[in-house]
């Protein structure tokens, strides 16, 4: 009977585990080497399913030619000191610790005990994918429904604005005015040009008008190129007036707003503000009754850097509430949505309290493994042993399950239109929904052929780590060094962030042409350096660093095929473990143990 722990099927860690291994020859002696022969089975087998053979298989071979009912022992311990140790005790403890690291299919075989756990995570897994679904759904009609309108809004209020230019300037004062006293007009006139059904929110401006136009300047400002001398105060005011719609839509539109006077020599911008109403009625073709939102328009005519060129920009932001009257026609009351968040949200729990017993057991188990080595063996336990008992993958499977609850009653709060927090739901339910995905791998990890990706991970996890983290000394050196002297002339070298993003593109073999195209030939010692900096970045990182990173994969996927061929190396966890040569048929598993009772029991 192989034990069915994925992580010793596979291979050992030398690096992780050097403490903790011995090889079989020292610590079942000389003696006992004959036994560690290979199985006549084995030798027709291919190198690929020699990979991830069971450590134990090759102690059965030597423990099968034992008598049935005799328990080889550990030959590092002194064999008065076996004679002394409960051989009741000892199996017992030895059958536990072999029924724990079983497969589900093993357990059913060895106790009939249902598969409760693995049955509750394959419905976790479609019912949390499923709720992703629906939600994804309405949180693209949400964002969507955004985005939209603040293009809109851009196309309205400002003047001769194109979707594929990079920005909007004027560069005249007159033009300034221009643009002003058009924002101004349209939004006066919004609800006889727009397509859409906008309302206007009174009171909101200052002195409780529905428009704010403000101007912000320095105190004092003098600045004479001329003599090269200038004069500045920099405390800042705002001078503002309010406008507002009129009541009758007959009436002329007022002007008073026209006599407003910019301060240009020490002007530093200028802002339109104002807050527009709107319904989002495309949810009702997913059975949901419709948002009402609350746009907060500002348009900005930035002059800070008084170069001549004052930009102008527009920003929206939406604010999701409740209506307050509805009435859809043929519409009926439906919380099945909310029901099913309910479902899901119960599930998980019942999936976190099971993972939480299961790490429990593991370290009470721990300590009991921990004790018998301490009291009757005179040993202590190493790390990396005790670690075996805290699966990771339950870890995993709880934070999954804390994400999804909480994501659940935050969703729950967006269905009844008490909360609007799209963006943090989707957050905790996508990164919920991906932890359920990549927990899937554990109960591929109990067949030997599946387990290659995750045993080459964790061979060349350390050796990656180390690695990158030579490389990103490197790679930060060149993303300070662009900024710094790039920045100004590239515009993808203008923020720290962006030529992060530019660099990692480079090494993949992305837009190179054009990040060698875009640079400005401002000057040709720039220029030079521009070009000497990115031939060596994309020769040094291309060519050796992604080159050396994949070969520390691929060399640990050799190491693991080198050693499926040589003489495995066990844990005394592991070489306790396969003292027990019971199969999980032989009915033996089925004797009562000393446990206590817990609420979960009916999941044994």
Same mark, same amino acid.
């Given at each position: 009977?192989?034990?069915?722990?994925?992580?010793?099927?596979?291979?050992?860690?030398?690096?992780?585990?050097?403490?903790?291994?011995?090889?079989?020859?020292?610590? $079942?002696?000389?003696?006992?080497?004959?036994?560690?022969?290979?199985?006549?089975?084995?030798?027709?087998?291919?190198?690929?399913?020699?990979?991830?053979?069971?450590?134990?298989?090759?102690?059965?071979?030597?423990?099968?030619?034992? #008598?049935?009912?005799?328990? #080889?022992?550990?030959?590092?311990?002194?064999?008065?000191?076996?004679?002394?140790?409960?051989?009741?005790?000892?199996?017992?403890?030895?059958?536990?610790?072999?029924?724990?690291?079983?497969?589900?299919?093993?357990?059913?075989?060895?106790?009939?005990?249902?598969?409760? *756990?693995?049955? $509750?995570?394959?419905? *976790?897994?479609?019912?949390?994918?499923? @709720?992703?679904?629906?939600?994804? $759904?309405?949180?693209?009609?949400?964002?969507?429904?955004?985005?939209?309108?603040?293009?809109?809004?851009?196309?309205?209020?400002?003047? &001769?604005? @194109?979707?594929?230019?990079?920005?909007? =300037?004027?560069?005249?004062? +007159?033009? %300034?005015?221009?643009?002003?006293?058009?924002?101004?007009?349209?939004?006066?006139?919004?609800? *006889?040009?727009?397509?859409?059904?906008?309302?206007?929110?009174?009171?909101?401006?200052?002195?409780?008008?529905?428009?704010?136009?403000?101007?912000?300047?320095?105190?004092?400002?003098?600045? &004479?190129?001329?003599?090269?001398?200038?004069?500045?105060?920099?405390?800042?005011?705002?001078?503002?007036?309010? %406008?507002?719609?009129?009541?009758?839509?007959?009436?002329?539109?007022?002007? &008073?707003?026209?006599?407003?006077?910019?301060?240009?020599?020490?002007?530093?911008?200028?802002?339109?503000?104002?807050?527009?109403?709107?319904?989002?009625?495309?949810?009702?073709?997913?059975?949901?009754?419709?948002?009402?939102?609350?746009? /907060?328009?500002?348009?900005?005519?930035?002059?800070?850097?008084? !170069?001549?060129?004052?930009?102008? /920009?527009?920003?929206?932001?939406?604010?999701?509430?409740?209506?307050?009257?509805?009435?859809?026609?043929?519409?009926?009351?439906?919380?099945?949505?909310?029901?099913?968040?309910?479902?899901?949200?119960? %599930?998980?729990?019942?999936?976190?309290?099971?993972?939480?017993?299961?790490?429990?057991?593991?370290?009470?188990?721990?300590?009991?493994?921990?004790?018998?080595?301490?009291?009757?063996?005179?040993?202590?336990?190493?790390?990396?042993?005790?670690?075996?008992?805290?699966?990771?993958?339950?870890?995993?499977?709880?934070?999954?399950?804390?994400?999804?609850?909480?994501?659940?009653?935050?969703?729950?709060?967006?269905?009844?239109?008490?909360?609007? +927090?799209?963006?943090?739901?989707?957050?905790?339910?996508?990164?919920?929904?991906?932890?359920?995905?990549?927990?899937?791998?554990?109960?591929? !990890?109990?067949?030997?052929?599946?387990?290659?990706?995750?045993?080459?991970?964790?061979?060349?996890? #350390?050796?990656?780590?180390?690695?990158?983290?030579?490389?990103?000394?490197?790679?930060?050196?060149?993303?300070?060094?662009?900024?710094?002297?790039?920045?100004?002339?590239? =515009?993808?070298?203008?923020?720290?962030?962006?030529? +992060?993003?530019?660099?990692?593109?480079?090494?993949?073999?992305? &837009?190179?042409?054009?990040?060698? +195209?875009?640079?400005?030939? /401002?000057?040709?010692?720039?220029? $030079?350096?521009?070009?000497?900096?990115?031939?060596?970045?994309?020769?040094?990182?291309?060519?050796?660093?992604?080159?050396?990173?994949?070969?520390?994969?691929?060399?640990?996927?050799?190491?693991?095929?080198?050693?499926?061929?040589?003489?495995? @190396?066990?844990?005394?966890?592991? @070489?306790?473990?396969?003292?027990?040569?019971?199969?999980?048929?032989?009915?033996?598993?089925?004797?009562?143990?000393?446990?206590?009772?817990?609420?979960?029991?009916?999941?044994?």
């Amino acid at each position: 009977m192989e034990i069915s722990q994925p992580e010793y099927h596979n291979t050992k860690f030398a690096e992780s585990r050097g403490r903790c291994h011995v090889t079989l020859q020292d610590a $079942l002696g000389i003696g006992m080497a004959s036994s560690l022969s290979k199985n006549p089975r084995d030798e027709g087998d291919t190198e690929t399913d020699k990979l991830l053979t069971s450590v134990t298989d090759h102690n059965a071979s030597g423990l099968n030619d034992r #008598p049935h009912g005799s328990h #080889p022992s550990l030959d590092v311990i002194d064999s008065s000191s076996w004679k002394q140790v409960d051989e009741e005790e000892e199996e017992a403890l030895c059958r536990k610790l072999k029924y724990f690291f079983m497969s589900p299919c093993d357990k059913y075989h060895a106790k009939g005990r249902k598969p409760y *756990k693995l049955v $509750l995570q394959l419905l *976790k897994i479609v019912i949390v994918t499923v @709720q992703l679904v629906f939600f994804g $759904l309405s949180n693209q009609m949400v964002v969507m429904f955004k985005d939209e309108n603040t293009d809109s809004f851009r196309h309205l209020f400002l003047k &001769d604005y @194109q979707d594929d230019s990079d920005g909007l =300037a004027v560069h005249t004062q +007159s033009g %300034v005015y221009e643009h002003i006293n058009y924002t101004i007009e349209q939004y006066l006139g919004l609800t *006889k040009n727009s397509v859409s059904r906008y309302a206007y929110v009174l009171g909101s401006g200052v002195n409780g008008s529905a428009l704010s136009l403000c101007q912000h300047y320095y105190k004092k400002g003098s600045i &004479d190129p001329v003599n090269d001398t200038f004069n500045i105060d920099p405390q800042i005011i705002t001078d503002c007036i309010g %406008v507002n719609p009129p009541t009758d839509p007959s009436a002329p539109i007022p002007e &008073d707003y026209k006599s407003f006077t910019l301060k240009f020599h020490k002007l530093i911008n200028v802002t339109i503000e104002f807050k527009l109403k709107a319904i989002n009625i495309q949810s009702i073709i997913n059975n949901e009754i419709p948002d009402c939102y609350t746009f /907060s328009v500002t348009i900005l005519f930035d002059n800070r850097a008084h !170069s001549g060129k004052v930009k102008i /920009s527009l920003r929206n932001k939406a604010i999701i509430r409740e209506c307050s009257a509805t009435s859809v026609s043929g519409h009926k009351e439906n919380y099945w949505r909310v029901a099913f968040d309910v479902l899901v949200a119960i %599930v998980c729990g019942l999936s976190l309290a099971l993972c939480g017993r299961s790490i429990l057991r593991g370290i009470a188990l721990q300590h009991e493994f921990v004790r018998f080595f301490r009291e009757s063996l005179g040993r202590q336990v190493c790390w990396a042993d005790r670690l075996e008992f805290i699966n990771g993958w339950y870890l995993l499977l709880i934070i999954s399950d804390i994400l999804t609850i909480i994501a659940s009653f935050i969703k729950i709060g967006i269905e009844t239109k008490n909360l609007a +927090s799209y963006d943090v739901c989707g957050i905790l339910m996508g990164t919920s929904t991906l932890l359920v995905w990549v927990g899937v791998i554990r109960y591929l !990890s109990f067949f030997q052929k599946y387990n290659i990706l995750i045993v080459t991970l964790r061979a060349a996890f #350390p050796n990656v780590i180390r690695f990158c983290c030579c490389a990103a000394a490197i790679y930060m050196g060149y993303v300070f060094c662009g900024w710094i002297v790039l920045g100004p002339y590239h =515009a993808k070298f203008r923020s720290l962030s962006t030529v +992060s993003e530019c660099l990692f593109s480079l090494i993949n073999g992305d &837009d190179m042409f054009a990040t060698f +195209s875009e640079v400005e030939r /401002s000057g040709t010692l720039v220029w $030079l350096f521009s070009q000497l900096y990115l031939y060596t970045f994309i020769s040094l990182f291309i060519y050796m660093v992604l080159s050396l990173f994949i070969a520390l994969i691929t060399g640990a996927y050799d190491t693991i095929t080198q050693q499926a061929q040589e003489p495995p @190396q066990v844990s005394d966890l592991h @070489q306790f473990i396969a003292q027990c040569t019971d199969t999980p048929t032989s009915g033996k598993f089925h004797s009562p143990e000393k446990t206590s009772c817990s609420p979960f029991c009916c999941f044994n």
